[in-house]
């Protein structure tokens, strides 16, 4: 896009987002970073302050946000509900990490399904001058989550896949790629993105009382072989999926998921060991969807951070 085309974006951010909010402006001399003042009064409710809040009128605005626990989602709600409404000329909401995705059906009766609800609170952020707000998601753990958001906000759904394609094409075996599926959610989820790639799809079946894991189509042998995946939490799929693949002849076996979860520092059981035995993810990638995984894993082997912020800079201009 042309530079003299592009629009002016005020961004603003959640405290855990400051570094990733800092690269997404380092993108684009058309973002400009805006602060807010993030306090508490001493009963533990927010007392917030927008900063220069004059200042924003008739402007593009968007906030960087992260949903990492239910303790920050007030403070933030509290923050997406007000701007829309200081006479801004368009307002976008940066979500990376749509955090109850994962549960978005009911099983039985008396289910909760978060998703929907967390959806209904987005399509009521209050409309801009500009229209509806737009809601920027990085691969949303099911597509049909889209019918969740009301006529109040126009979700937009990116993807990090591209920042995987591009780091597989700089390995030094990057011929010899193969890339695996832990189940058939996640085959429908991605493997249009990724079809000129050779393709193993896993699958789990039950064994007495145990779900087990299985090659249902592909052959690993003498392949580096790559699982990806939307989301990760405890890790237990994708190192079951590691022993089958391994087991069948990979060569290497590596991992990517868009948004690194890891509840209960789970990541720690995938970092290599300095004890001399065998480590069994070559890499793991993972994008700085999850701000507190970033900042906890630091540099450690075997993961690499695959930035969103080029991708979030382009879509600020959407």
């Known amino acids: 896009m042309e530079k003299s085309r592009q629009k002016q974006v005020l961004l603003f951010y959640c405290i855990e987002s400051e570094e990733l909010a800092r690269k997404v402006a380092d993108q684009s001399d058309c973002i400009q970073l805006q602060s807010i003042n993030w306090r508490s009064f001493d009963d533990g409710f927010p007392n917030l302050y927008i900063n220069n809040a004059q200042d924003i009128r008739g402007q593009h605005v968007a906030f960087l946000a992260s949903f990492s626990s239910p303790g920050v989602i007030f403070e933030q709600l ?33 289910d909760v399904a ?29 597509l049909q989550e889209r019918f969740y958001f009301g006529d109040h906000v126009l979700p937009c ?24 599926f ?13 079809d000129h790639f050779p393709m193993v799809i896993c699958t789990k079946v039950r064994e007495g009382d145990k779900r087990i894991v299985r090659i249902k189509e592909g052959n690993p042998a003498g392949f580096h072989v790559v699982i990806v995946d939307d989301l990760v939490q405890s890790g237990g799929t994708l190192i079951e999926c590691q022993k089958v693949l391994a087991a069948h002849g990979a060569t290497k076996v590596s991992a990517y998921v ?17 004890d001399g035995s065998e480590n069994a993810f070559s890499y793991f990638w993972i994008t700085d969807s999850c701000p507190l995984t970033v900042k906890a894993i630091g540099n450690r082997a075997p993961f690499e951070v695959l930035s969103l912020a080029g991708s979030i800079a382009d879509a600020l201009q959407i």
């Open 258 to 274: 868009t948004h690194g979860v890891f509840p209960k520092c789970s990541w720690e059981r995938f970092t290599h060991k300095n």
């Open 114 to 142: 978060t998703a929907f609800t967390m959806a209904r609170i987005l399509s009521n952020i209050p409309i801009s001058r500009g229209g509806p707000t737009s809601l920027v998601i990085y691969d949303i753990h099911a």
């Open 182 to 194: 832990p189940d058939d959610g996640a085959w429908k989820r991605f493997h249009k993105l990724l």
């Open 78 to 110: 509290s923050v997406i509900f007000a701007l829309p409404r200081l006479f801004v000329a368009s307002f976008t909401l940066v979500l990376p990490f749509f955090p109850t995705g994962s549960f978005e059906r009911m099983e039985e009766e008396g």
């Open 157 to 180: 759904f990116e993807t990090g896949i591209p920042l995987l394609k591009q780091r597989l094409h700089q390995l030094p075996d990057a011929k010899n790629v193969v890339v695996a």
